[in-house]
Each structure stands twice: as structure tokens, then as C-alpha cells.
């Protein structure tokens, strides 16, 4: 069974910082393009940022500035940096597989294979 599944998240302190990561298992996510998604409730889940097969990365206006993605494959394993946080960073965040030849980050939900449960970060002081 393909599995993703978050970790890292927890309550941090505006200007903190925290690492996710989306582990995967029953498959290799060397092969895919990962989206990380933020969803806070009364709103849309939005993408934020992407890292493809090649290690190349995209950004929406949303994940951009303080927020960085890395992927180690030995580990299967791909990172979400967030730094300066503030309490408008306070989310579920969620990663996701995204269908294709993993090149290309589309970044919406329609071409995501697989998604993770989400882990949820709280920015307060």
C-alpha cells in the first residue's frame, strides 16, 4: 500500500522555525513530484511549493521567502524548511505524489496520486 506520512510539526514560537517531512512507504518517491499543501480551516488547501525527479524547484506566491523543499531519496524522504514563522503560517500541512513523469509540478490536487494525513503546525506565543 503507497503511504505517505508527515512528521515534524508541533507548536513553535513566532520567528521559530521547524523541518516536515513526508516519508514514504510501499513505493519509491524518487520517481515523483512532491507538493507540499497548507490547509487552514475556512479556506482552500493551497499549494505552496514543489520539488521534482530532477530536484528542481517551484514555488507559488504562498511558498515563497520563507519556506524551502529538499528531497533525500536514500531516505525516501522529502523536506519542508519553514523559517520565521508567524501565526498566518499556522496549518495543516500536507504532502502529496503527484501523478506524471515527475518532471513537471503541476501543483493542484487533480494530479495528485498520493496524499499524506497532514501534520499540524501551531505559530503561537
Known amino acids: 500500500q503507497s503511504q505517505l506520512v508527515e512528521s515534524g510539526g508541533g507548536s513553535v514560537q513566532p520567528g521559530g522555525s521547524l523541518r516536515l517531512s513526508c516519508a514514504a512507504s510501499?513505493?519509491?518517491?524518487?520517481?515523483?513530484?512532491v507538493t507540499w499543501f497548507r490547509q487552514t480551516p475556512g479556506k482552500e488547501r493551497e499549494a505552496l511549493l514543489c520539488?521534482?525527479?530532477?530536484?528542481?524547484?517551484h514555488y507559488t506566491n504562498s511558498g515563497k521567502g520563507r519556506y524551502s523543499i529538499s528531497r533525500d531519496n536514500a531516505e525516501n524522504t522529502v523536506y519542508l524548511q519553514m523559517n520565521n514563522l508567524n501565526s498566518e503560517d499556522t496549518a495543516v500541512y500536507i504532502c502529496?505524489?503527484?501523478?506524471?513523469?515527475?518532471?513537471?509540478?503541476?501543483?493542484?490536487?487533480?494530479?495528485?496520486?498520493?496524499w499524506g494525513q497532514g501534520t499540524r503546525v501551531t505559530v503561537s506565543s
Open positions: 502529496a505524489a503527484e501523478g506524471g513523469s515527475g518532471y513537471v509540478c503541476s501543483m493542484k490536487s487533480e494530479y495528485v496520486e498520493v
Open positions: 520539488i521534482n525527479t530532477h530536484g528542481n524547484t
Open positions: 510501499g513505493f519509491n518517491l524518487e520517481h515523483f513530484a
